[in-house]
Each structure stands twice: as C-alpha cells, then as structure tokens.
T-cell receptor, first 113, second 111 residues
Framework: SQTIHQWPATLVQPVGSPLSLECTVE??????LYWYRQAAGRGLQLLFY??????ISSEVPQNLSASRPQDRQFILSSKKLLLSDSGFYLC????????????FGNGTRLTVT | KQEVTQIPAALSVPEGENLVLNCSFT??????LQWFRQDPGKGLTSLLL?????REQTSGRLNASLDKSSGRSTLYIAASQPGDSATYLC??????????FGAGTRLFVKA
C-alpha cells in the first residue's frame, strides 16, 4: 500500500525566512503528487501538482514554489515567508491517476511569526 | 465553477445512533466523489471512493451514495461510536488534477 511521509510535523518560522517542506511517497512509482493548504474552517486549496520529475504546475500565484527532484519526492519552498503563508500544508498522491483514491500525508503545521 | 457544500457544519449525536452526512455539488460533470475523515491536527484518511458510474460504496459501518443528476452524496454511518468523532470531508474530481473539497462536517459522538 501507499504511504506518504511529510516533515516536519510542525514549524515556526519568522517572517522573511526561507521554507522547505519535504514529502516522500512509498509503495508506488510515478505517482501524481499534490501540495494543498488547509485554512481553519475552510476546504483544501490546491497549490501545486506534478505528474513527473521536474514537471510542476501551479494553481495559484503566490509566494511559494514546488520542485520534484525525484520520482517520489516533492518539495514545497519559499525564499521569504509572509505572515499569510501560515497554515496546514498537506502532500497528497494519486497512485494510479485521478480516478484512483487520493491519499494524504499527515501534514505540516506552519506558523509564521 | 464547481462548488462543494457540506451541511451541517457540525453535528453531535449520542453513541449508537445511525447518522447521515450530506454533500452537494453544483456541477454534475464529475469523475468521482471521495469521502475522507480528518482527525484534529492530522492529514486526511480516505474512506470511500465512488466512481461517477456507481451509485454507492460500502466499507464496514460506512455507506456512501451518489446521485450525480441531483448533485448529492450522503455518507451513512451505522451504530456510531465515540471513535467516529472527527471531521468528515467530501471531494469531487472534475477530471484531470482538480479535486474540489467541501469545508467538512465536524462530528462528535457522545459516550
């Protein structure tokens, strides 16, 4: 079965500092990978998705970027964090395309101070 | 633009009760609908996936139905337990890489 690892679980960063969140997937190859952000009391917002190594699509213009250096590794980054970047970040994967279940990691709680 | 709504936003029931959570979507052109469970501070756990050609899916005490033409899905939980307390989210896939999520129903089952 598929397992998605995210780290760190929680992170407190000052405004203007860089960010790197990592996601790795086990139990599948060539998955579709996603970064979502969840705001309190609201639905999930898709930030980025990737269908393969080096292939990144951005859904919303913002202060963040994503990279996929390996088949099962997905990284969310920022050069300078803003207060508005605070939130719960979730990595997700479609193992066999979008008509298969979407699976999530345990998320990273980011607080920008 | 596809929108997903879940009502009620919160629900409190006594242990043992059967309950129904509702999900509605505005555009019937979907590929599938998925129900998730989210515990506080955790990621989403997939419960059931219903393809657009299916009417329902069952897993243990959970049964999810889909009526595409009316833009509705229900998640039925039988004989609720305190361990079922969590937020339940539904999400529709509109094709490709877009999955649209509802804001969730927060369920509390009292012992």
């Amino acid at each position: 079965s598929q397992t998605i690892h995210q780290w760190p679980a929680t992170l407190v960063q000052p405004v203007g500092s860089p960010l790197s969140l990592e996601c790795t997937v086990e139990g599948t190859s060539n998955p579709n990978l996603y970064w979502y952000r969840q705001a309190a009391g609201r639905g999930l917002q898709l930030l980025f998705y990737s269908v393969g190594i080096g292939q990144i699509s951005s859904e919303v213009p913002q202060n963040l970027s994503a990279s996929r250096p390996q088949d099962r590794q997905f990284i969310l980054s920022s050069k300078k964090l803003l207060l508005s970047d605070s939130g719960f970040y979730l990595c997700a994967s479609h193992r066999e395309g979008y008509n298969s279940p979407l699976h999530f990691g345990n998320g990273t709680r980011l607080t920008v101070t | 633009k596809q929108e997903v709504t879940q009502i009620p936003a919160a629900l409190s029931v006594p242990e043992g009760e059967n309950l129904v959570l509702n999900c509605s979507f505005t555009d019937s052109a979907i590929y599938n609908l998925q129900w998730f469970r989210q515990d506080p501070g955790k990621g989403l756990t997939s419960l059931l996936l219903i393809q657009s050609s299916q009417r329902e899916q069952t897993s243990g005490r959970l049964n999810a139905s889909l009526d595409k033409s009316s833009g509705r899905s229900t998640l039925y939980i039988a004989a609720s337990q305190p361990g079922d307390s969590a937020t339940y989210l539904c999400a529709v896939n509109t094709g490709g890489f877009k999955t649209i999520f509802g804001a969730g129903t927060r369920l509390f089952v009292k012992a």
